[in-house]
């Protein structure tokens, strides 16, 4: 495994992206900062980091023949080795928020941004970045942010914690290259963020309504009952979780 330290970087995942194109990278390359100023999240949000307090770093994953229907299996993999990983940390009452933010006590503690490089239908690697707020004590106009400090109200060391999250992530990486697609998608579902509770959400034009989540698909579609019994499947962007 080669790891990439640096002091302080706009994003860990433009920084490998960017390598990525100009140098054949080994799997698993990982770049890590103490301090990530320019973090991405998905569709375009910012993640706050505070520095030498969160971990925040992209690792690079490649693959051989892998099809681009397995692309909602990485996000499965990738989510649940965090919870793996927090929770050999108990930390307590951790869900994931589909499609990948990871809560603990219905608040959001890590975010991850996947981005895949497709050639001929085909995932050729990805760039896998991943957010953990580990020792923050305070969050900037982020009420609905907390930190394994704050689930577990104690301090915790970095390093360890971090090659915990690299030893689960490449466990359940794994599992996709073993074409164990299934049970991916069910350990997934059973850690989702108030499944088979009533919810409000909002679609995309603004319009809210009550609705059950029952699962995900096997594209990675999150699938709703809504207020008449009727199955719908979304996509991330067509809709918010209000809560």
């Not at 030498?52 to 229907?69: E, G, I, M, P």
């Not at 990948?100 to 996947?114: P, R």
């Not at 073993?178 to 049970?183: H, R, S, T």
């Amino acid at each position: 495994m080669n790891i990439i330290k640096l002091d302080a970087i706009d994003s860990t995942n433009s920084y490998l992206v960017n390598l990525s194109k100009t140098a054949e990278l080994d799997d698993f390359t990982v770049v890590l900062t103490n301090h990530q100023k320019k973090g991405r999240g998905q569709q375009g949000a910012i993640w706050q980091s505070a520095a030498n307090k969160s971990l925040s770093f992209s690792v690079f994953k490649a693959y051989d023949n892998l099809s681009v229907t397995k692309i909602s299996s990485l996000i499965f993999a990738v989510s649940l080795g965090l919870v793996k990983a927090l929770k050999k940390y108990q930390i307590p009452d951790i869900s994931i928020k589909w499609p990948n933010d990871i809560m603990s006590q219905s608040k959001k503690m890590a975010g991850i941004l996947i981005e895949n490089k497709i050639k001929q239908g085909q995932i050729v690697s990805s760039v896998i970045g991943i957010g953990l707020n580990v020792n923050q004590e305070t969050f900037n106009q982020l009420p609905q942010a907390t930190s394994m400090y704050l689930s577990a109200h104690k301090k915790f060391d970095l390093d360890p914690v971090f090659e915990c999250l690299l030893e689960q992530l490449a466990i359940q990486l794994k599992k996709i290259e073993a074409l164990d697609k299934v049970g991916l998608k069910k350990e997934y579902e059973s850690f989702l963020f108030r499944k088979e509770m009533i919810s409000v959400f909002e679609d995309q034009s603004g319009k809210r309504f009550n609705g059950i989540i029952q699962g995900v698909n096997s594209q990675g579609q999150l699938v709703i009952e809504n207020e008449t019994h009727v199955m719908k499947t979304f996509n991330p962007k067509e809709l918010k979780l209000l809560f």
